[in-house]
C-alpha cells in the first residue's frame, strides 16, 4: 500500500508547482509524498523521513509571497499554489579534519579551524534559513566568544542540513561551528560522573561474578520469578 | 461537534481525576494471553514457511519471505570479477553500528572501506528518541539490567550474548561521552536517568529527545576525521564467497551511475539495519527510507543462518493523525514521563509501561472492539494524553525534554502541551536477524554482523533502549574481531558459487517468483 493512497477525499485537489511544473495533488500531502504522488522516483534528497537527518533541504514559495523559503521536505505540508524544489542532498561545506586529542584549548583553537567565524557580520540570515528553528546567529557568536554551553544548548537539534552555508555572507559554516563547540564542550567542559566511572571499576574488578555465575545457568521460571519489575 | 472532537473533550475533562489513578500491572498469564491473542506476531495467516534456504521449514512473515527467496539482481553471466578496492575489512551501513565498527577497525590499524545505501548516517539510529540503557545507578547493576531484559524478551534472549551488552554498556557508555557525546545530567554531574517500558529502575541515558541525533552527529563526525573512505549511494546488492563457506568481498551498486563496483575483504561487517520499509502487514512504519532489511536476504543467500526472524516490535505509539505523520514515533519517554492512553470513551485500558508487545497488543484489542477512534482518512487509534506529563511534573517539562516531539506536531497546528494526539501500533523493529557468536560472527565465516540486522540479542522483544546499546557494545565487538581476523588472513577468493547453489535450491524447490532482491527502496511511487 503506498503511504499516499489513503490520503485525503480524492474529489478536492490543490494546485501545487514541484521544479517548475504545474500538478495537482490532494491536500495533506508532505513535499516529499507530493512527488511521490506526481511520479517522482527519490534517491537522494530522502532519509529518515522525521525531520532529523537533513537529507531534504527545499525552497519553497507560497501564494502571493515574493519570498523564497527554506525548508526540510519530508515534514513540509503542501499548501494551495505553493511552489518547490527538492534543492541538493548535498552541500560542499567546508567540514575541516580536526583531533580533540591533540586540542589543548579548543575555544581558540575553533580559530584555526574555523577562522571565518570570527567575521560574522549580524546579518540573522543564517536563523531565518534554519528549518529546525534554531538561533543559528547567537549559537555562532557564544562559539566565537568562549560560551561553549549556550552554544551547545542553540545547536542541540541540528540536523546537519547545511541550508545556513550558503546564506551566510561571511562564507561561516554554522553548523561545522555548532558540531565544534557541541563536541568539545562533551570532550573539555563537562562535569565528572562519579557513578558512571565507579561503575566500570566494579565490573572490571569483578564484583558481579558470583552473580553471573549463578544466573547464565538458571532455569526460566527461577528468572521468571527474580526481583525485576 | 464530530465524533473525534466529543471523545477528545472527554479525555481534557477527566485529565484532572484520572491523574491519580493506579492502573493495575499484567500477570505474566495476562500479558501472555493479550499478547498471543492481539499482537501481529501470532497472525497465523501473516507468516509463510521457508521452502529452502539455511532456515528452511522454519517461519517468517510473507513480506520477509518473498525476499528472502527472492532472485539475486546480478546475473548468472556477471563479467570476471574484478575487484575496484581491496580491504581489509567493508563495512557495510552508515549507522550507528556501522560507523562504531569502523572507528574501532581504524583505530586497530585495519584499512577499511565502508558502503552505504543512502548518505553516511541517514539511518535508523538518527531517529532514536528516548535513550540508551545502561545499568549506572547505584541501586541497579548489570545483573538487573539482565534479568528486565530476558524477561522483556520472553526469555528467548541468547544470554551470552546479552550478559555482553549490559556488562559492556557501562563501558561503551564512557567511551560515547569521551568523544564529546552529551548525555543529559542532574545537578551533582550524575548522568540523568529515566524509566523505560519493562525495566525494573530508571536507566535510560538520553539527550533529551535527540538521543539518536547526537550519538549519530558525533560518530558522523569522528569517521570524518579519521577520514574513513567512505562510499555514498552505493548499497550492497550481493555477498561474494569463496565457495567454501566464506566471505570474501561484496558487488555494490552505484546509485548515481548504475555501475557495479566489486569489493575484495578479508572480512565484512554487515550493519545494515532494519525492516520497517517493508510495512509487514500493513503497518506503517517509525523507521528511515533505507530500512528494507537488505541485509538478510544478501546473506540468506550466502548461506548464513537467521534466528527469531519471525518476530518483529511493533511500537506502541506511532501517530496516526495528521496523515502526514503517519507512523512517525511518540516516544515512550513521554509515557515514561507519565502520559496516559485513553481509549474513545475515555478510559485507561492498560498500564502504560508495560513491555511494548503488551501496550501494542491493548491498543489494537481496544480497536478491534470498537473502542478507537477513527482518523478521516480512516485509520484507527487511541489516545495519548500528553498534556498530562505537565500536570504531573510541572509546567514545562514538555518543552524541556520533549522539544523534538512538540516540534513534530506543531508544523500541523497540534499543540501537545494543550491536547491529545491519536496513535497506533507502528511497525519498528526487527527483533531477530541473521545469527552471531560472541564475536559478531554469522555463520558464514569472515562475515560480521552489528546492530539490528542482527538477532539474538533481544529474544523476542527488546527492551526500549536496548538497541542504541546493542549497536555500539556490537559494533566495537565487530570491529574489534574482524580487525583481528583481517590481520591473520590473506584475501579469499572471489566467485559467486553460493548463488549458482542458491538458484538450484530455488528452482528444486519449485520456486519461480520474479521478487528481486534486496529491496534497496520501498515503492511509493504512485503508479498512473
Ligand atoms: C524512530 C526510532 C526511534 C528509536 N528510538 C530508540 C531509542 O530511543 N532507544 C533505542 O535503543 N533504540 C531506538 N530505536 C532503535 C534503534 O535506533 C535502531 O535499532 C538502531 O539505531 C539501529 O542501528 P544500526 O546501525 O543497526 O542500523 P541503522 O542505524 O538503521 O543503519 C543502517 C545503515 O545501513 C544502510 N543500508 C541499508 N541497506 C543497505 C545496503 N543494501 N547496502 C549498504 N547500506 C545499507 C542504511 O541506509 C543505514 O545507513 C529507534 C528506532 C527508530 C526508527
Ligand atoms: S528525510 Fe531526514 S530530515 Fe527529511
Known amino acids: ?58 525552497t519553497y514559495r507560497t501564494k502571493g509571497d515574493t519570498k523564497i523559503k527554506t525548508t526540510l521536505a519530508c515534514q513540509t505540508q503542501v499548501e494551495d499554489g505553493m511552489s518547490f524544489s527538492l534543492t541538493a542532498s548535498y552541500y560542499p561545506d567546508k567540514k575541516v579534519v580536526y583531533h580533540f586529542d591533540e586540542m589543548k584549548d579548543p575555544k581558540q583553537d575553533l580559530f584555526h579551524y574555523y577562522p571565518e567565524a570570527a567575521l560574522c557580520r549580524n546579518c540573522d540570515a543564517c536563523t531565518v534559513a534554519c528549518p529546525k528553528g534554531i538561533d543559528v546567529r547567537t549559537g555562532v557568536w557564544k ?64 564484583k558481579f561474578d558470583t552473580e553471573w555465575e549463578r544466573l547464565m545457568t538458571l532455569p526460566d521460571e527461577a528468572i521468571q520469578a527474580e526481583s525485576s519489575v | 461537534m464530530s465524533d473525534i472532537d466529543v471523545s477528545k473533550e472527554r479525555v481534557n475533562t477527566s485529565r484532572a481525576a484520572r491523574s491519580q489513578q493506579e492502573m493495575p500491572r499484567l500477570s505474566a498469564e495476562e500479558k501472555d494471553d493479550l499478547v498471543h491473542r492481539y499482537h501481529p506476531d501470532y497472525k497465523k495467516e501473516a507468516y509463510a514457511t521457508l521452502r529452502f534456504g539455511p532456515n528452511k521449514g522454519e517461519q517468517t512473515v510473507h513480506e520477509l519471505a518473498r525476499l528472502l527467496e527472492g532472485e539475486s539482481p546480478v546475473p548468472a553471466d556477471f563479467p570476471a570479477l574484478k575487484p575496484a578496492h581491496q580491504v581489509d575489512i567493508l563495512i557495510i551501513g552508515g549507522g550507528g553500528a556501522g560507523a562504531t565498527a569502523a572507528l574501532t577497525a581504524k583505530a586497530a590499524g585495519a584499512k577499511i572501506l565502508m558502503a552505504t545505501k543512502l548518505r553516511l548516517g541517514d539511518s535508523n539510529t538518527v531517529m532514536a528518541e528516548g535513550g540508551m540503557q545502561v545499568a549506572v545507578s547505584p541501586e541497579d547493576s548489570p545483573i538487573r539490567h539482565f534479568v528486565d531484559s530476558l524477561k522483556g524478551g520472553h526469555m528467548a534472549n541468547d544470554r551470552v550474548l546479552l550478559k555482553q551488552l549490559v556488562e559492556e554498556g557501562p563501558s561503551v557508555a564512557q567511551w560515547l561521552i569521551d568523544l564529546g557525546v552529551m548525555f543529559d545530567r542532574e545537578d551533582d554531574g550524575n548522568l540523568s536517568l529515566r524509566a523505560g517500558g519493562g525495566s525494573s529502575l530508571p536507566r535510560l541515558l538520553r539527550c533529551k529527545d535527540y538521543t539518536g541525533l547526537e550519538l549519530m552527529r558525533v560518530l558522523k563526525d569522528c569517521v570524518l576525521n579519521e577520514e574513513v573512505e567512505v562510499l555514498e549511494f552505493s548499497p550492497v546488492i550481493e555477498l561474494l564467497t569463496d565457495g567454501k563457506g566464506s566471505c570474501t568481498g561484496a558487488i555494490l551498486k552505484d546509485l548515481d551511475n548504475d555501475r557495479r563496483i566489486v569489493v575484495q575483504a578479508k572480512t565484512v561487517i554487515l550493519a545494515t539495519g532494519g525492516i520497517g520499509r517493508l510495512h509487514i502487514q500493513g503497518f506503517p512504519t517509525s523507521n528511515h527510507f533505507g530500512a528494507t532489511g537488505d541485509g538478510l536476504s544478501i546473506t540468506y543467500r550466502a548461506g548464513a543462518s537467521l534466528t527469531l526472524q519471525d518476530t518483529f516490535q511493533y511500537h506502541p505509539t506511532g501517530a496516526v493523525f495528521p496523515e502526514a505523520m503517519a507512523g512517525l514515533l511518540v516516544t515512550e519517554a513521554i509515557r515514561s514521563a507519565g502520559a496516559h492512553l485513553l481509549n474513545a470513551k475515555g478510559e485507561r485500558f492498560v498500564y502504560e509501561l508495560e513491555t511494548r508487545d503488551a501496550v501494542a497488543s491493548a491498543v489494537i484489542r481496544e480497536c478491534l472492539e470498537g473502542r478507537g477512534i477513527q482518523t478521516p482518512a480512516g485509520r484507527y487509534g487511541v489516545w495519548i ?41 507502528t511497525l519498528h523493529y526487527q527483533n531477530g536477524g541473521i545469527q552471531i557468536d560472541a564475536e559478531g560472527e554469522s555463520t558464514l565465516k569472515n562475515l560480521f554482523v552489528a546492530g539490528e540486522a542482527s538477532g539474538g540479542i533481544h529474544g523476542r522483544n527488546r527492551l526500549m533502549g536496548n538497541s542504541l546499546l546493542d549497536i555500539i557494545v556490537y559494533g566495537k565487538r565487530a570491529g574489534a574481531a574482524a580487525s583481528k581476523r583481517a590481520a591473520a588472513s590473506d584475501f579469499g577468493p572471489l566467485s559467486l558459487d553460493h548463488l549458482s ?13 520474479d521478487v528481486v532482491s534486496p529491496m534497496l527502496f520501498p515503492d511509493y511511487v504512485k503508479k498512473q
Not at chain 1, 555572507?169 to 561551528?177: E, S
Open chain 1, 143 to 206: 562559539a566565537v566568544f568562549g560560551d561553549f554551553k549556550d552554544a551547545s544548548d542553540l545547536f542541540l537539534s541540528c540536523v546537519m542540513c547545511s541550508l545556513c552555508v550558503p546564506v551566510c555572507i561571511a562564507d561561516i559554516a554554522p553548523n561545522q561551528v555548532g558540531l565544534f563547540a557541541r563536541r568539545a564542550q562533551g570532550i573539555f567542559f563537562e562535569e565528572k560522573k562519579p557513578q558512571l566511572s565507579l561503575r566500570v571499576k566494579e565490573i572490571a574488578d569483578g
Open chain 2, 501 to 513: 547453489r542458491f538458484r538450484k535450491e530455488r528452482s528444486e524447490a519449485g520456486v519461480n517468483s
Open chain 2, 385 to 425: 494524553d500528553m498534556p498530562l506529563v505537565d500536570q504531573i511534573n510541572g509546567e514545562g517539562t514538555l518543552e524541556k525534554r520533549f522539544p523534538n516531539m512538540i516540534r513534530q506536531f506543531s508544523r500541523y497546528d497540534i499543540d501537545i502541551r494543550k491536547e491529545p494526539v491519536l496513535v497506533y501500533p
Open chain 1, 1 to 58: 500500500m503506498s503511504v499516499t493512497e489513503t490520503q485525503g477525499r480524492a474529489s478536492e485537489t490543490i494546485a501545487v508547482e514541484i521544479m517548475g511544473k504545474k500538478y495537482r495533488i490532494p491536500p495533506g500531502l508532505t513535499m516529499l509524498q507530493a512527488m511521490w504522488h506526481t511520479g517522482h522516483e527519490l534517491v537522494r534528497g530522502v532519509g529518515c523521513l522525521g525531520a532529523v537527518c537533513g537529507a531534504c533541504p527545499s
